[in-house]
């Protein structure tokens, strides 16, 4: 989406959801943890999701926050595979 677009009055979101397109939105990250990484502790941090997130790893749901524009993490370590690719969601 073009910038120029995002934050319009016309988007479902209003000014409650700051004029920003409604909807869902996906992020997919595929990644490997050397093995040297195993007694490492491995969170991710979310700075803030407008609302209901649902975070997955490896088949593994994490967790749903339904409240937004808060931050809050997720340890990874216990679902990961180290040396192994991984796939998130």
Known sequence: MEYSRA???ENPAGNV???APGGIGWYRKNFTLDKFDK???ITIEFGGVYMNSEVWIN???LGKRPYGYISFN???TPYL???EKMYYP
Do not use: R
């Open 59 to 61: 088949g593994n749901y």
């Open 7 to 9: 934050f319009l009055k």
């Open 39 to 41: 007694d490492s502790k």
């Open 74 to 76: 997720y340890d990874l």
């Open 81 to 83: 595979n180290f040396g």
């Open 17 to 19: 959801g700051a004029y």
